[in-house]
């Protein structure tokens, strides 16, 4: 007897038109940086609008993980360079970086969970630092947002109970609890097989249908990036060699790009004589 095979469920995404039309809500204009005499991050330079997630990529080494930093406010301030909400972050006096936090959320690569805290503690940490509110009313907030990520009936276990992809949506339960307009998703795949991984993505998916926040994902796993990605940008030593639509990504004829998206490793001629001169600290 045949069985029959339910449909994929089809999760609703803006057009690239759409997006193009709401206000900006991520702008990094020209930005250059360095640790000492090393530069890592090379003219920069980015939009991301109301509902979209933008997906960036890169090797290791590449800067998306400093890029990150500076739009979330963890590096020194640079004037004039990074606005997120309209807001300068490089201008912001002690208070105006305070408000701008409540209206933010960022979900570190490996959950960052408190070990001492419980799973609901863990999500109602920013409502105890950033809002003033009553414990009940917070309890409250926190099984809202696990009830959100499907971790509903899971606030009192210790985060070393749960499963890595249960790490990974508790964490995103707490970047989301203040009902953030941004929030920022740090390697949110990483670790997890591939079925967890698509259920992640999925989650990622609804939550910007049902809150309409805007999402950044910094991730190397093509697959997640190109399933979820309204557009990806793609980083190679510290600069932006493409930005565009994952069809357009696909197509794209640098032969960086094509290499990152496809795991193609790069053949690099090694001179002999400067191999020595390296070793030798010349």
């Not at 301030?77 to 933010?104: C, F, H, M, T, Y």
């Not at 070990?115 to 950033?130: D, G, I, T």
């Not at 493409?242 to 032969?255: H, S």
């Amino acid at each position: 007897m045949a069985v029959a095979v339910a449909e994929p469920e089809t999760i609703w995404k803006p057009t690239i038109e759409e997006l193009a039309s709401r206000p900006v809500v991520i702008e990094v204009d020209h930005l250059d940086w360095s640790f000492g005499a090393r530069q890592v991050l090379f003219d920069v330079s980015m939009k991301v609008h109301e509902g979209e997630i933008m997906v960036i990529m890169g090797g290791s080494g590449s800067g998306k993980t400093t890029l990150l930093r500076h739009l979330v406010g963890l590096m020194p301030p640079v004037k004039n360079r990074v606005k997120l909400l309209g807001k300068d972050i490089g201008s912001l006096k002690a208070l105006e970086k305070l408000e701008l936090r409540r209206k933010i959320g960022v979900a570190f690569q490996f959950g960052a969970l408190f070990s001492s805290m419980s799973v609901a503690e863990n999500v109602k940490l920013p409502l105890r630092e950033l809002a003033h509110l009553d414990e009940k009313t917070m309890d409250i907030m926190a099984r809202l947002k696990l009830e959100v990520v499907n971790m509903s009936g899971f606030g009192n276990l210790m985060p070393a109970e749960l499963s890595g992809g249960m790490v990974k949506r508790a964490s995103i339960a707490r970047a989301i609890v203040m009902d953030p307009k941004l929030i920022f998703l740090d390697e949110p795949s990483s670790g997890l097989d591939p079925i967890v991984s698509s259920a992640l993505d999925d989650l990622i998916l609804r939550l910007r249908e049902a809150m309409g926040i805007s999402v950044v994902v910094v991730t190397h796993d093509v697959e997640s990036a190109f399933k979820i990605g309204d557009r990806i940008t793609v980083l190679d030593r510290g600069h932006i060699l493409a930005c565009e639509r994952p069809d357009q990504i696909r197509i794209n004829p640098n032969e960086r790009v094509q290499n990152l998206i496809n795991r193609r490793s790069e053949h690099v001629e090694v001179d002999p004589e400067e191999y020595l001169r390296r070793l030798a600290g010349d």
